[in-house]
């Protein structure tokens, strides 16, 4: 999956009580099926911002869509019951998915909490490093996970937190969307060998800030995407980069040097 020039987010529909999901189970077919077709990878958000919406292998088996397993992400946080989760996973072994990025998660008031003492955490919260340990306990090498860092939080604390989660299994890490170098990003290339940096393909700050915890970063000022993803370009050459809020309206190889390779 590294070698795939970018890893593009998608989103699954929204669940809705009393409410028909066919449309937007097109529009998530077509968006795949354009994701792949470009040659790149796709990767699926768990719940993101708390919002209620159908999983990744639910929407695929829904939509009969079949993928390479090189090509698909799973994202996966801890806002799930122990039966759900297991069920998740079991899915995730049987139809071949190889790929699940691990996270915390957002929660909301209508995800549960998973205990943490369920997958052999110790702390009144499940966290991210619980899961990774689980899963890779649980399922050996069936799948490969990765995890998140965020080069915003303070450090070395959230260095640490990506080396425990590398000794809990991690052997990808993908960033937070960052704005040009980071000298966070550089540091945890030394200890990381599969780093995906993740590039913010909209213009939407506020949305930016709310998704990275921040009330206001100086380079954001006067934010321009395609800019952003030229630097990230040439700062790590040697980086698969994950796209998100990415448009599906515009021409990718106009926007995307590495489609034109």
């Given at each position: 999956m590294?070698k795939?020039?970018y890893?593009?987010?998608?989103l699954?529909?929204k669940?809705?009580?009393?409410?028909t999901?066919?449309?937007?189970?097109?529009?998530?077919?077509?968006?795949?099926?354009l994701?792949?077709?470009?040659?790149?990878?796709l990767?699926?958000?768990?719940?993101?911002?708390?919002?209620?919406?159908l999983?990744a292998?639910?929407?695929?088996?829904?939509k009969?869509?079949?993928f390479?397993?090189e090509?698909?992400?799973?994202?996966?946080n801890?806002?799930?019951?122990?039966?759900?989760?297991?069920?998740l996973?079991?899915?995730?072994?049987?139809?071949?998915?190889?790929?699940?990025?691990?996270?915390?998660?957002?929660?909301?008031?209508?995800?549960?909490?998973?205990?943490?003492?369920?997958?052999?955490?110790?702390?009144?919260?499940?966290?991210?490093?619980?899961?990774l340990?689980?899963?890779?306990?649980?399922f050996?090498?069936?799948?490969v996970?990765?995890a998140?860092?965020?080069?915003?939080?303070?450090?070395?604390?959230?260095?640490?937190r990506?080396r425990?989660k590398?000794?809990?299994?991690?052997?990808?890490?993908?960033?937070?969307?960052?704005?040009?170098?980071?000298?966070?990003?550089?540091?945890?290339?030394?200890?990381?060998?599969?780093?995906?940096?993740?590039a913010w393909?909209?213009?939407?700050?506020?949305?930016?800030y709310?998704?990275v915890?921040?009330?206001?970063?100086?380079?954001?000022e006067?934010?321009d995407?395609?800019?952003?993803?030229?630097?990230?370009?040439?700062a790590?050459?040697?980086?698969?980069?994950?796209?998100?809020?990415l448009?599906?309206?515009?021409?990718?190889?106009?926007m995307?040097?590495r489609?034109?390779?």
């Amino acid at each position: 999956m590294f070698k795939i020039p970018y890893i593009i987010e998608i989103l699954t529909p929204k669940r809705f009580p009393g409410t028909t999901i066919d449309e937007q189970l097109e529009r998530f077919a077509r968006r795949f099926h354009l994701v792949m077709e470009a040659g790149c990878a796709l990767s699926v958000p768990d719940n993101p911002m708390g919002q209620l919406r159908l999983g990744a292998l639910e929407s695929f088996e829904l939509k009969g869509l079949r993928f390479d397993p090189e090509t698909v992400m799973m994202n996966l946080n801890t806002f799930h019951t122990k039966d759900e989760l297991d069920a998740l996973l079991n899915n995730a072994a049987e139809v071949g998915l190889k790929y699940i990025l691990v996270v915390r998660g957002d929660g909301g008031p209508d995800l549960p909490k998973l205990d943490p003492h369920s997958i052999g955490g110790s702390y009144n919260i499940a966290t991210s490093m619980d899961l990774l340990s689980y899963i890779n306990h649980t399922f050996g090498d069936t799948f490969v996970t990765g995890a998140a860092f965020n080069p915003y939080k303070s450090m070395p604390f959230e260095l640490n937190r990506a080396r425990q989660k590398m000794e809990a299994g991690a052997q990808f890490i993908v960033t937070q969307p960052v704005i040009g170098r980071n000298e966070h990003i550089d540091s945890l290339g030394l200890i990381c060998k599969n780093v995906v940096v993740e590039a913010w393909m909209s213009t939407n700050i506020d949305l930016f800030y709310k998704s990275v915890g921040k009330d206001h970063i100086a380079q954001a000022e006067q934010y321009d995407p395609l800019n952003n993803l030229s630097e990230l370009h040439e700062a790590y050459p040697h980086c698969c980069f994950y796209l998100s809020m990415l448009s599906f309206k515009q021409d990718w190889r106009r926007m995307l040097p590495r489609l034109n390779r």
